[in-house]
C-alpha cells in the first residue's frame, strides 16, 4: 500500500465518520422534536387537575392506598433534619416515613435521633431485600409514622431495599434523602393508583432545582433561581427530561426512567422482583427496564406513568466538580444497564420497548455522546482540508446548537403556558438565556463527563462518585 492509497482511506475514513456524527445527532434531535411535540399535545388535551391540595384532600382522602416513604439516606447531617420534616409534613391521609441511614460516616443518625426523640425498637421485616445487616431500628416520641433504620453502608440501592423490606403499605415511595416533595405531591402522585385496575405498577414525577429556592423548617418558601450559572443550566436539562422526554415516552407507553429522587411504586410487584439491584450505580434505570422485562416476559399487562405535576425539589451540583462525578455516574450506570439487558434491543418480544426505547437508549447514551464531541472537531476539519463541503458542518453547527436552543426555549415555553413554576418574569428571562448559553460550553463539557463514564464503565470501576453539596437550607 503506497503512502497516497493511505491517505485516500484516510480522507473517506473521515468522511464516513462526519457523515455518521452528522446522522446521529440530527436522528436525536429529530426525536427530541417529535417528544416536545406530543408533550405539548397531552398538555393541551389533559384534563387540568385540581389546583389546591384541598381540593385533592377532599376529593380523594377517602380513596387513596396507605404509602411508606423511603429515603435512603448517607452523609446527608447537613439537610436530613429538615428533609425528614417535609416528607413528616405531605398532605397524605396515612403515610409512614422510613429513614434508612446506610452507614454514614458523619453525624446524620444522631442528628436524627436528637431532632425526633428517637428511642430503639424492634421491628422485623416482611422480606430481607438488602445485603448488609441491619444494626437497629428506631420510633419516634412526638412522630409515631417515623422510623428510622440504621444500617451498614451498602449505596443506595441496597438501602433503598432495605426501606422497601420494613415497609407494610400497598405502596412505597422511593425519594432522595436531600429531596423535598411539595405537600400535595403523594396525593397527585398516588391519584392514578385509585383508579387503577391493579395494572399501574409505577408512577414519576416532575424533578426541579432547590438551588436558589428558600427552604426553612423542611418546606419550599420561595421559588427561585440560583446565582451560579451550573444550577441555571441544569434547570434547562431538568425541564428539556421531565416536560419533554417523560411526558412524551409516558404517553406513548415507553417510558423507561422514573428518576430515583422521586418514584412510587406498588411493593408487591418490588418484592417479587427482589428490589434493586445492587450490582449497578444507576439502580434507577436498571429497575425501570427490568421492570418492563419482567412483566413482559410473565405476560402480564401493566402501566407505568409520569404525572408531571408532582414536582420534587432537589439539591443541584453548584460547580462543575460536582456535575462531573453525577454524569459520569449517569452514563456509567445507562451503559450498565444496556449491557445488563441488551437481549431486550431490537427484541419483538418486547414490543416496543424493544423496538423503540431500547434503541432510542442506545442512540441517546451509547452512540450519541461521542458522535456529537467528534463530530465539532471532526465536521470543520473536514470542510478545511476540502474533504467535505462547508455547508455541511455549517448544517452540523444549526443541528446541534442551533436547534438545540430552540427545542429548549420550547420546552421553558411550555412550562410556563402549562405549568407556570417560574415566579416572576425577570427570573423566566434568566432561564431563557440559560436556554441559549448552555449550548455554548456546558453542552460540550456535559459531554466530555459522559465519555468520563464510558471510562468507567470499561474499567469496570463501581466506586461511587460523590457530588458535594450544601445542604437544601443553604440553596
Not at 84 to 108: F, M, Q
Amino acid at each position: 500500500m503506497t503512502w497516497s492509497d493511505v491517505i485516500d482511506f484516510a480522507s473517506h475514513a473521515i468522511v464516513w465518520l462526519a457523515f455518521g456524527c452528522f446522522i446521529v445527532v440530527a436522528s436525536r434531535n429529530a426525536i427530541a422534536l417529535v417528544q416536545l411535540l406530543i408533550a405539548a399535545w397531552v398538555f393541551l388535551t389533559r384534563v387540568r387537575p385540581g389546583q389546591g391540595a384541598r381540593d385533592l384532600w377532599h376529593r380523594y382522602a377517602d380513596l387513596t392506598l396507605p404509602i411508606s416513604v423511603i429515603a435512603p439516606a448517607f452523609n446527608e447531617e447537613l439537610s436530613i433534619v429538615q428533609s425528614t420534616r417535609a416528607l413528616l409534613a405531605l398532605e397524605y391521609p396515612e403515610h409512614e416515613v422510613i429513614v434508612v441511614n446506610d452507614g454514614s460516616k458523619d453525624d446524620t443518625l444522631g442528628e436524627l435521633l436528637r431532632s425526633f426523640e428517637m428511642h430503639e425498637v424492634k421491628r422485623t421485616q416482611i422480606a430481607a431485600l438488602q445485603k448488609t445487616r441491619i444494626r437497629g431500628t428506631y420510633r419516634s416520641a412526638r412522630y409515631p409514622n417515623l422510623l428510622v433504620v440504621d444500617k451498614e453502608n451498602g449505596r443506595k440501592a441496597d438501602a433503598a431495599n432495605a426501606g422497601i423490606g420494613f415497609a407494610r403499605t400497598p405502596l412505597v415511595c422511593i425519594i432522595d434523602a436531600d429531596s423535598i416533595i411539595e405537600p400535595d405531591g403523594l396525593l397527585r402522585a398516588a391519584e392514578p393508583f385509585m383508579y387503577d385496575d391493579d395494572r399501574l405498577v409505577a408512577v414519576g414525577g416532575a424533578i426541579r432545582i432547590a438551588n436558589g429556592c428558600t427552604i426553612k423548617g423542611g418546606s419550599l418558601q420561595t421559588i427561585g433561581i440560583a446565582k451560579e450559572m451550573v444550577p441555571r443550566f441544569q434547570i434547562v436539562e431538568y425541564l428539556r427530561a421531565f416536560l419533554m422526554n417523560r411526558v412524551a415516552n409516558s404517553h406513548t407507553n415507553t417510558l423507561m426512567l422514573i428518576s430515583g429522587a422521586f418514584g412510587l411504586f406498588r411493593r408487591s410487584t418490588l418484592i417479587e422482583m427482589g428490589g434493586y439491584r445492587h450490582d449497578t450505580v444507576g439502580e434507577d434505570l436498571e429497575l425501570v427496564v427490568r421492570l418492563h422485562r419482567y412483566m413482559r416476559d410473565h405476560k402480564r399487562d401493566y402501566r407505568i406513568s409520569f404525572v408531571p405535576d408532582i414536582v420534587c425539589w432537589t439539591e443541584a451540583p453548584a460547580a462543575l466538580r460536582g456535575l462531573d462525578n453525577q454524569r459520569a455516574r449517569w452514563q456509567q450506570g445507562a451503559l450498565e444497564t444496556l449491557q445488563r439487558h441488551r437481549g431486550m434491543i431490537g427484541n419483538p418480544r418486547y414490543g416496543r420497548i424493544g423496538l423503540l426505547a431500547m434503541p432510542q437508549i442506545v442512540l441517546e447514551d451509547i452512540l450519541g455522546p461521542p458522535a456529537e464531541l467528534i463530530g465539532y472537531l471532526v465536521l470543520p476539519a473536514a470542510a478545511l482540508l476540502g474533504l467535505l463541503d462547508p455547508m455541511m458542518a455549517v448544517a452540523f453547527f444549526f443541528v446541534s446548537v442551533v436547534f438545540g436552543c430552540a427545542l429548549s426555549v420550547g420546552t421553558l415555553v411550555l412550562e410556563e403556558q402549562q405549568l407556570r413554576r417560574t415566579p416572576n418574569a425577570r427570573d423566566l428571562v434568566r432561564i431563557g438565556i440559560a436556554a441559549v448559553l448552555e449550548n455554548f460550553g456546558y453542552r460540550q463539557i456535559n459531554l466530555w463527563y459522559r465519555l468520563n463514564g464510558f471510562r468507567r464503565f470499561l474499567r469496570n470501576d463501581t466506586t461511587w462518585a460523590s457530588v458535594p453539596r450544601v445542604g437544601l437550607g443553604s440553596c
